[in-house]
């Protein structure tokens, strides 16, 4: 048998030992003495968590190698905390086939053998065009955990219908980018009063909240799940808990970036705050800080949306959408718990305990018996935010040249280090 010891870490404002045997979990207790083949951690000063699962993020590959890669992509979700991530089907070509969710797996396999794991998103239509179903089946037999049409929202309420309910019957969650395709064409920041002093096309909060309203009503109708992807607005939370109250089976996520930054960080243009959905008022954010705190979003996701330099330095209106997440997910996180919003609890729920139960994953609950995967977090650690610090491919974050704090240090899975 192979052992670990973690000595003198922190968990939950506790200091703790952590003993592992072959992989598992074993004990976590204020003192363990430590068995004589057992290799031994100090971990004085780290804060110990479970290693985080990312339900909401996009590797590129296949077809978009120069963004991202799985391997270059698995490299970020280590450092980051992350032990799990659910992959986008925005793939070329599109993940609509079991071939292409094979291909995905092998690269992961190859690439990150120990982890972190991989588990794909298939598309909920044909080349996510919104016209035809896929192959759900296939998609899970070969190895997808839920489905979705992220980024291309499903405009048909018939085909989305069919799409629940076809899900539902293999046990499977719709995750629904929530976007009205008329009220948000081509518009690139929120609508409001930045968006008027810049002069650029808004999106109006309410073209996510019709959508993500549509979606809970069906789901309250049919009687099966909806997951609402990277919620952004007030009134998106409003009609969330409006349906929760009525029982119906709705889950949500947000982003780290919708509780720290509002519609005034793409002042100048600029592009590297250029995201959809877009950020939005100070007053959202409070909302989505409330929101997380009180269960209503039952999870945080990074939607990491990676893009090469050149695609971000083009004129605001023709840059892509998106930032880079997995880096920097829980250290911006964890700055929630310093200014008092959150807690360390909170963060292994929304990371960790909840993406788990509702994807049905395996996660660290520290219990006898439990899957080894953890990580060190260092608390103190100030570092800048740079390409050469950053692990994933590309680097366009809009907390690129910030000096941060807080970082993981080390990260097991399976008791084996990955970082």
Not at 13 to 40: F, H, M, R, T, Y
């Amino acid at each position: 048998m192979s052992s670990l010891l973690i000595k003198n870490a922190r968990y939950l404002g506790d200091s703790v030992d952590l003993l592992v045997v072959d992989g598992k979990v074993q004990s976590l207790s204020a003192s363990i003495n430590a068995p004589a083949d057992a290799e031994i951690v100090d971990a004085a000063g780290k804060i110990l968590f479970p290693s985080l699962i990312d339900v909401h993020t996009h590797l590129r590959e296949p077809g978009y190698e120069w963004k991202e890669t799985v391997a270059t992509g698995l490299s970020s979700a280590a450092h980051g905390g992350f032990g799990a991530i659910l992959c986008m089907a925005n793939t070329d070509p599109v993940n609509d086939d079991a071939a292409v969710t094979e291909q995905i797996l092998e690269s992961a396999r190859r690439s990150w053998p120990n982890g972190p794991r991989v588990h794909p998103i298939g598309a909920a239509t044909v080349g996510l065009k919104g016209e035809e179903l896929t192959r759900m089946s296939e998609l899970k037999d070969a190895g997808c955990v839920a489905i979705s049409n992220d980024g291309r929202p499903v405009g048909n309420t018939e085909i989305f219908r069919r799409m629940l309910e076809y899900a539902a019957d293999l046990d499977l969650i719709v995750i629904d980018h929530c976007e009205d395709p008329y009220l948000a064409a081509k518009s690139h920041m929120n609508e409001g009063a930045t968006s008027g002093v810049l002069g650029v096309k808004g999106q109006p909060d309410v073209a996510e909240t019709i959508q993500a309203s549509r979606s809970i009503l069906l789901a309250d109708y049919l009687g099966v799940p909806v997951h609402i992807a990277h919620v952004s607005a007030k009134r998106t939370v409003d009609i969330i808990a409006w349906g929760k109250s009525r029982g119906v089976k709705v889950t949500a996520e947000t982003t780290p970036h919708y509780l720290t930054l509002d519609d005034t960080a793409v002042n100048g243009y600029n592009t590297l705050a250029k995201v959809n959905p877009p950020l939005r008022t100070p007053a959202d954010v409070a909302a989505m800080r409330e929101a997380v705190k009180t269960g209503v979003i039952d999870m945080l996701a990074t939607d990491h949306a990676p893009h090469a330099a050149h695609e971000k330095e083009t004129p605001f209106d023709e840059a892509p959408n998106g930032f880079t997440g997995m880096d920097l997910a829980l250290t911006i996180t964890y700055g929630l718990v310093r200014e008092g919003v959150l807690t360390e609890a909170d963060l292994i729920r929304l990371w960790a305990t909840e993406p788990a139960r509702v994807f049905n994953l395996p996660v660290n609950t520290f219990e006898p018996g439990a899957p080894a995967d953890f990580f060190l977090f260092d608390p103190e650690l100030e570092w800048q935010v740079t390409p050469e610090t950053l692990y994933s491919k590309s680097h366009n974050t809009p907390w690129l040249g910030k000096s941060l704090k807080g970082r993981v240090s080390a990260h097991w899975i399976g008791g084996v280090k990955i970082v």
